[in-house]
Structure formats: structure tokens, C-alpha cells
């Protein structure tokens, strides 16, 4: 079955970096674009950043543009999200997807929290 | 881009219908029949309603179904059960991603 499943996320101090991971299994990975989700406590989802199922096209929200970086490893069947410069408004939820093939995200996972914080 | 708009709360009794509206542009939600619903329970992830506007996946209920309108999208929930109660997102996929503000369910 398929499943997604993040890690890395934590406590981490203003301005510093940290490096979310995304292991898929139950699917042919690199047949599929995939996106990153986040979701501020008591808040709605708010899409983060794409990348194509070749890696080849990256796409950001203008929030975290030139502050994280989407990437992936498809011999290793997993996503990954850099993020520098952590703000206190990046405290988040976040949750790697799997875009389907009708625009729709049919496979979440469990998310990971990072809360940026002195 | 800007969000789409949702309502922030609705609710309704057992075995009542509810519906919860999703409005954007011509732009997102107007552009493409990609809008997709989800639903999502307390410390819960996401889960796929709706996809393509109105079409279920596999093992949804019945009760759930979505239509569009020019620029907005709306999920219909009948048959109201408690299990219903949770936070609701519609999202558009037309070149870029964006999801609606959400919208809270409550079984009275």
C-alpha cells in the first residue's frame, strides 16, 4: 500500500536551518510529481513547493521562495525540503503529498511538526 | 495567490444536508474542473473527498458529492453523521496549487 512517511522536523532556533524528508513506498516513485503542505497550528493548509517526478521543474510558494529548496532522490524513493533562514512564522505541520493523476492529492503523510522558537 | 474563499464554520443535525462552498477566480477554480475536497479530522492528515470537482475516490461515501459553478466549486454532505465533524478544504490545481481557508464542520 502506499505510504509517505516525513521525518526531521523539531525545535529549531530563528535563522537556523533544518532538512525535512519524505519516504515514499508502495509506488513507483519517479513516475510522480510531489508537493510539500504546511499547516500552521489552529490554521489552514497552505501549499509550500513542487517537483516534477524527474526533478527536473521545482515550484515555490512566493512565501518560501529562495528560502527553502524542494528536491528528491528516486533511487531512494524520497522527497526532500531544505529550509533556511527559519522564521517563527514557519512553525508548522508539514506534509508531504502525492499529486495524482486528476490534480488531486491522494496520498498524504502523516506530517512532521517543526516549530521555529529562542 | 490569494486563498480561496470558504465559510469558516458550518453546521447541521443528524441525517441533515450541509453544503460548503469554494469560490475563487476564473483563474483557479473557474479555469479547470480540478478542484478536489478533503477532509480532515483532529491531528489527522488530509484526506481526499472529491476529486476533479464532482468524481469519488474508491471507498468514499455516497453521502459526499461536489459540483462547480463558473468560479465556484461546492461539496455537499448528506445524510449528516457525527463522524462527519471535522475541517473541510477544497483545493485547485490550475498551474499553481491553493486551498481554501477551510471550513468547520459541526454535527449538532
Known amino acids: 500500500q502506499v505510504q509517505l512517511v516525513e521525518s526531521g522536523g523539531g525545535v529549531v532556533q530563528p535563522g537556523r536551518s533544518l532538512r525535512l524528508s519524505c519516504a515514499a513506498s508502495?509506488?513507483?516513485?519517479?513516475?510522480?510529481?510531489m508537493h510539500w503542505v504546511r499547516q500552521a497550528p489552529g490554521k489552514g493548509l497552505l501549499w509550500v513547493a513542487a517537483?516534477?517526478?524527474?526533478?527536473?521543474?521545482?515550484y515555490y510558494a512566493d512565501s518560501v521562495k529562495g528560502q527553502f529548496t524542494i528536491s528528491r532522490d528516486n533511487s531512494k524513493s524520497t522527497l526532500y525540503l531544505q529550509m533556511n533562514s527559519l522564521r517563527g512564522e514557519d512553525t508548522a505541520v508539514y506534509y508531504c503529498?502525492?499529486?495524482?493523476?486528476?490534480?488531486?492529492?491522494?496520498?498524504w503523510g502523516q506530517g512532521t511538526l517543526v516549530t521555529v522558537s529562542s | 495567490q490569494s486563498a480561496l474563499t470558504q465559510p469558516a464554520s458550518v453546521s447541521g443535525s443528524p441525517g441533515q444536508s450541509i453544503t460548503i462552498s469554494c469560490t475563487g477566480t476564473?483563474?483557479?477554480?473557474?479555469?479547470?474542473?480540478?478542484v478536489s475536497w478533503y477532509q480532515q479530522h483532529p491531528g489527522k492528515a488530509p484526506k481526499l473527498m472529491i476529486y476533479?470537482?464532482?468524481k469519488r475516490p474508491s471507498g468514499v461515501s455516497n453521502r459526499f458529492s461536489g459540483s462547480k459553478s463558473g468560479n465556484t466549486a461546492s461539496l455537499t454532505i448528506s445524510g449528516l453523521q457525527a463522524e462527519d465533524e471535522a475541517d473541510y478544504y477544497c483545493?485547485?490545481?490550475?498551474?499553481?496549487?491553493?486551498f481554501g481557508g477551510g471550513t468547520k464542520l459541526t454535527v449538532l
Open positions: 483545493c485547485s490545481y490550475a498551474g499553481t496549487v491553493v
Open positions: 476533479e470537482g464532482s
Open positions: 476564473s483563474s483557479d477554480v473557474g479555469r479547470y474542473n480540478l
Open positions: 503529498a502525492r499529486l495524482g493523476a486528476r490534480g488531486d492529492f491522494d496520498y
Open positions: 508502495g509506488f513507483t516513485f519517479n513516475n510522480y510529481e
Open positions: 517537483i516534477s517526478y524527474d526533478g527536473s521543474n521545482k
